[in-house]
């Protein structure tokens, strides 16, 4: 019988038997591990995209956002100028006009063939400029989530796992913020920043982290108690790998749902803001901006003004909660996100 000498080396554990297939693993370079886990990823995404395809009304949703993002960036050519030079990324337009060009029809004119949509009260191609607005909204929409995720992800993650006075602090910012209504706070910051499209995107940004952060930290908290945590700990992994390998990972789902369906919450209050005109200049091509310069128009018959740019909104909304919750679906089938919610 072997007798083995005590060691003071941490967190490592010898098991007989299983030195040969170390010692190859090990001459290859193959980290058989993190293998594992990459496969096990891919295994997972697999069944999440299997579950998802197989809701209907999720993949309505996907092609109509799809399609609405088509139309958006192939309405007119893109073109960058950089040092005296002007460098076109995408040069096709479906769009039959310059949304910004006046009287290219009758003022006001109702739909027909010529203009689908009908003509603004400067003669604008209602059409072109629907296709266009379709940019800005949606970029912003998509751009604010993507900075108020990178704020409220490390935040709330900080927060949930070290806890004590970290949590204390972020938490109680979090609490104030919370008392202030999302829209009033929002145009605050604009009034405070401007208007402008980053101004907007900054003052929906900073409203937005908040339920990222406060969401994260309820699934780190439930999250970092598994018994893989406790055992990453004990082997001596840094707490930082530990947050942002181990637990967000496992904690990020219910977010990923949640920011998904807060693009169309974006969206809803960029038009809200530019309706009260705080948004983007007036004259600007935005479905929120065209619906308040459109609201005199209404008044006076002219309803195609208003209609089609609120049908944009409308169906993109509509479609990104159908895809929201088709997500919801597929990344939580036992419904357990919903009713830690409901608690």
Known sequence: MTEHQPTTERGR?????????VDETDRDGVDVWDDDRRSERRGRLEDVWRRFRSNRSAMVGLGVVAGLVFLTVFARPLEFSTMGYTITVQPFSLAPHDPSEMYVGPANAGPSLAHPFGTDWAGRDQFSRVLAGGRFSLSI????????????IPLGAIAGYAGGWVDELVMRLVDTLYAFPFLVL????VAVLGQGYWNLVAALALTGWIGYARLLRGEVLAVKEREYVT???ALGVPDRT???RHVVPNAIAPVIVQATLNVGTVVLSAAALGFLGLGLDPSTAEWGAMLSRGRDSLVHGHWHVTVFPGLAIFLFVMAINLVGDGLNDALDPQGETVERRRR
């Open 141 to 152: 929409g998509a751009i604010a989530v993507a900075l108020a995720l990178l704020v409220g």
């Open 186 to 189: 929002a145009i605050a910051i």
């Open 231 to 233: 055992a990453a700990t």
């Open 242 to 244: 530990v947050v942002f």
């Open 13 to 21: 554990i010898r098991i007989e038997g299983f030195e040969e297939a």
